[in-house]
């Protein structure tokens, strides 16, 4: 089965970019077909989907992040990419990638901690 492991957070100021990478250790073409998400849950909140890519590459994203993050993947690296630009300190917070859709979660990775300092 496939184990996600998130990279690339970190502390940054506002207005600073980070780019977060998903690797899956997993049988070539697993989550190649799958549509992939990046999701982030702040602290003491809910875990919710920001960005999602379609297997053929057509991007989805939730209002908040519309023009500032770019989510895309490397089907020949297994890899999901997000791109994230403009933060704000209300983007802080623990990201992780999954399937956009539920029915087909994975198991989580660990995430990668996310700090925008005002």
């Known amino acids: 089965q496939a184990q996600l492991v998130e990279s690339g957070g970190g502390l940054v100021q506002a207005g600073g970019s980070l780019r977060l990478s998903c690797s899956a250790s997993?049988?070539?073409?697993?989550?190649?077909?799958?549509?992939m998400g990046w999701y982030r849950q702040p602290p003491g909140k809910q875990r919710e989907l920001v960005a999602s890519?379609?297997?053929?590459?057509?991007?989805g994203y939730v209002d908040s992040v519309k023009g500032r993050f770019t989510i895309s993947r490397d089907n020949a690296k297994n890899t999901v990419y997000l791109q994230m630009n403009s933060l704000k300190p209300e983007d802080t917070a623990v990201y992780y990638c999954?399937?956009?859709?539920?029915?087909?979660?994975?198991?989580w990775g660990q995430g990668t901690q996310v700090t925008v300092s005002s």
């Open positions: 999954n399937a956009a859709l539920s029915i087909l979660w994975l198991p």
């Open positions: 997993v049988s070539t073409g697993s989550i190649n077909a799958m549509a």
């Open positions: 890519i379609s297997r053929a590459g057509v991007t």
